[in-house]
């Protein structure tokens, strides 16, 4: 609103200048200024897989107990909640095409707003991490504290929680893939619980969690293993 009151008081005060000519100058850009988008456009990598989905179905938490009143709701409501990451797969795992038919009651969430450092233990040589940062992230963090991801895939784009639960990988006989780094994690299931799950406990849970598509529920925090730099 404030520079809104700027352009027309310029135009008011600008000696010789027509009200219509400075009008037309600046309508393009008032109108882009008030449009609000309607979609959200969801590309994968190689841009063979797009979709339009209304904004109204895309949810960006930016806390665990956000993550847990999505889920809630969207189960209220008899709905189902898929979650997705930096889009990279070329696999339709996280492909909302049922999302962009907002009748069938689908919800999309991202943790992108949800991807900060929490802790680092240098002691047991561990990080805590939200699950929505990305892994170039991640590593220029790790780097500033000396330390480093034992192993990558061949890119950094993915966030944390994509890359692992889709099972990436590095190469060598004697690297295992990147959800072997795991001690912990969070999870919030599909009750809108968050259950902590580790090889000591709900055990069970942990396994199937490190590389679980998405079926388990939503991670939203893992705990990783790292080495010194």
């Not at 520079?3 to 009008?23: C, V």
């Not at 456009?41 to 895309?58: A, Q």
């Not at 997705?84 to 992108?112: I, K, N, Q, T, Y």
């Not at 966030?159 to 889709?166: D, F, M, P, Q, Y």
Request: some cysteine.
């Amino acid at each position: 609103m404030e520079f809104l009151t700027t352009i027309f008081a310029f135009i008011k005060s600008a000696p010789g200048l027509s009200t219509g000519i400075a009008l037309v100058a600046v309508l393009p850009f008032l109108c882009r200024c008030s449009s609000k988008e309607t979609s959200f456009k969801w590309r994968n990598w190689e841009r063979r897989l797009c979709h339009d989905v209304p904004i109204s179905r895309v949810c960006f938490p930016t806390s665990v107990e956000e993550v847990c009143a999505i889920i809630k709701d969207a189960r209220a409501a008899g709905e189902r909640v898929k979650a997705f990451g930096a889009m990279h797969s070329w696999a339709d795992v996280a492909e909302p095409r049922l999302c962009s038919r907002p009748h069938l009651g689908w919800r999309l969430v991202s943790l992108d707003r949800y991807a900060a450092l929490l802790e680092v233990n240098t002691a047991e040589m561990c990080v805590r991490v939200q699950a929505g940062m990305r892994l170039q992230t991640l590593h220029d963090t790790l780097d500033q504290h000396g330390l480093a991801m034992a192993i990558n895939g061949s890119i950094s784009e993915q966030s944390i929680a994509g890359a692992l639960a889709t099972g990436t990988h590095g190469t060598g006989l004697r690297h295992q893939i990147l959800a072997s780094h795991v001690r912990a994690l969070k999870i919030v299931n599909g009750l809108g619980n968050v259950l902590s799950a580790s090889p000591t406990e709900n055990a069970d849970v942990f396994q199937a969690a490190l590389v679980g598509l998405g079926a388990l529920g939503i991670v939203v925090e893992y705990t990783l293993l790292v080495v010194r730099a």
